[in-house]
């Protein structure tokens, strides 16, 4: 029953007009996801313990009661502290660094990589935690079993699977909209 926070995580060199900046969030609540399925951990999001220390400080002047305040107090003595940065690169693909720290010391515990690297932004927020999700549960002290490593895998086939499909997709509708696009032009000439 360890808790993790997790940071505002953050995406350099989005696209222009920020719309991929939803894929923060998507990586963010994958990661969680699979820390409180593998691992049992509670998870909070940073900006959630500040409401909570907001909520706190009411309850310490007898605004809440006291069965609220121990609850609150479990969430908020977070062990590990998570950052994730994700990256567009020039290419326009996607990449991901996770650094996992020690809340009390200081110190990194670990920073993971994808070693792969995403072409949409889709397929990254699909994809891209199940690089990671292993070596961080490691890190934490959490041993997959088999039936754990053969879920992980499957789900990650399957993710996967549905990428490359909405990459498929993605390119009918692309060509759909040049089609409408030259007829559009077409008619205006």
């Given at each position: 029953?360890?808790?993790?926070?997790?940071?505002?995580?953050?995406?350099?060199?989005?696209?222009?007009?920020?719309?991929?900046?939803?894929?923060?969030?998507?990586?963010?609540?994958?990661?969680?996801?699979?820390?409180?399925?593998?691992?049992?951990?509670?998870?909070?999001?940073?900006?959630?313990?500040?409401?909570?220390?907001?909520?706190?400080?009411?309850?310490?002047?007898?605004?809440?009661?006291?069965?609220?305040?121990?609850?609150?107090?479990?969430?908020?003595?977070?062990?590990?502290?998570?950052?994730?940065?994700?990256?567009?690169?020039?290419?326009?693909?996607?990449?991901?660094?996770?650094?996992?720290?020690?809340?009390?010391?200081?110190?990194?515990?670990?920073?993971?990589s994808s070693p792969n690297t995403?072409?949409?932004?889709?397929?990254?927020?699909?994809?891209?935690?199940?690089?990671?999700?292993?070596?961080?549960?490691?890190?934490?002290?959490?041993?997959?079993?088999?039936?754990g490593k053969n879920v992980l895998?499957?789900?990650?086939?399957?993710?996967?699977?549905?990428?490359?499909?909405?990459?498929?997709?993605?390119?009918?509708?692309?060509?759909?909209?040049?089609?409408?696009?030259?007829?559009?032009?077409?008619?205006?000439?």
């Open positions: 029953n360890n808790t993790i926070m997790f940071a505002e995580s953050s995406l350099e060199n989005g696209v222009y007009d920020k719309s991929d900046i939803w894929i923060t969030d998507k990586i963010k609540a994958n990661l969680i996801s699979s820390l409180h399925r593998f691992g049992g951990f509670n998870c909070i999001d940073l900006n959630e313990a500040k409401s909570i220390l907001k909520v706190q400080k009411q309850l310490e002047s007898g605004m809440y009661d006291d069965s609220m305040s121990i609850e609150i107090g479990k969430l908020i003595k977070a062990k590990e502290f998570v950052n994730i940065k994700s990256t567009r690169l020039p290419s326009g693909s996607y990449s991901i660094n996770i650094t996992l720290f020690n809340v009390e010391t200081g110190a990194i515990l670990g920073m993971f995403y072409d949409s932004a889709e397929s990254y927020a699909l994809q891209a935690h199940y690089d990671c999700i292993s070596e961080i549960l490691s890190r934490l002290g959490i041993k997959l079993t088999q039936e895998q499957n789900e990650k086939k399957i993710a996967a699977a549905q990428a490359q499909k909405n990459k498929e997709v993605a390119k009918v509708n692309a060509k759909i909209e040049e089609e409408r696009s030259e007829k559009a032009r077409a008619e205006a000439e």
